[in-house]
């Protein structure tokens, strides 16, 4: 059984640009959760998705969105890059909404 | 809002001691989850132990077991016989029952284990 994969590993930008994170759930999951960890914090839940729509969304603003699709994958995009926005950003799948989230190895972004 | 307050940024203990992680927590909700998640240098999260608001029992795996006190909201993991493998950031986490299943981290705690 294949783990949560996230895409890419690393990446740099500059401010102002977009950049689009990529999450595979595990298998069997239909609720993918992603977070933001600055360095040396704990992480900050962004939003869930759960079959293709939005089920919850924390404290961060409207240019971070995301998708999740049929196959239950995910992808955050973040537009008007800011430097604050460098971080860990990790994706979590569960099996159903009330079910344990397991995470993926997170994708770290650095905004120059 | 919930919050979640982990007061030891660092611990560090001797290979094979014990070491407890302390952590504190606010929600006017009577039912929800705590979790602690462990993140190695490799930066995946991997659940510890979990505990359910709605039971007394105290959690247990293996050589982790938590103190869970509902009155006085806190939840610490106790690390018995320590191994190197342990040393890692521990976060501390409250998911709420109702709502969306958001978790809600501390701020984390350095372990290091010493040989």
């Known amino acids: 059984e294949t783990g949560v994969t996230q895409s890419p590993t690393h990446l740099i930008k500059t401010r102002g640009q977009q950049v689009t994170l990529r999450c595979s759930s595990q298998s069997g999951h239909n609720t993918v959760s992603w977070y933001q960890q600055a360095l040396g914090q704990g992480p900050q839940f962004i939003f869930q998705?759960?079959?293709?729509?939005?089920?919850g969304r924390g404290n961060f603003p409207p240019r971070f969105s995301g998708l999740q699709f049929p196959n239950y994958s995910s992808e955050l995009n973040v537009n008007a890059l800011e430097l604050d926005d460098s971080a860990l950003y990790l994706c979590?799948?569960?099996?159903?909404?009330?079910?344990?989230?397991?995470f993926g190895p997170g994708t770290r972004l650095t905004v120059l | 809002a919930q919050t979640v307050t982990q007061s030891q940024p660092e611990m560090s203990v001797q290979e094979a001691e014990t070491v407890t992680l302390s952590c504190t927590y606010d929600?006017?909700?009577?039912?929800?989850?705590l979790f602690w998640y462990k993140q190695p240098p490799s930066r995946q999260m991997i659940l510890v132990i979990r505990q359910e608001a709605y039971k007394q029992q105290n959690a247990t795996e293996n050589r982790f077991s938590v103190n869970f006190q509902k009155a006085a909201k806190s939840f610490s993991l106790k690390i018995s016989d320590s191994q190197l493998g342990d040393a890692a950031m521990y976060f501390c986490a409250y998911r709420p029952i109702q709502g969306a299943q958001k978790l809600v981290f501390g701020q984390g705690t350095r372990l290091t284990i010493n040989p």
């Open positions: 979590a799948s569960s099996p159903r909404l009330d079910n344990e989230q397991f």
């Open positions: 929600t006017s909700e009577s039912d929800y989850y």
């Open positions: 998705y759960y079959r293709e729509e939005e089920n």
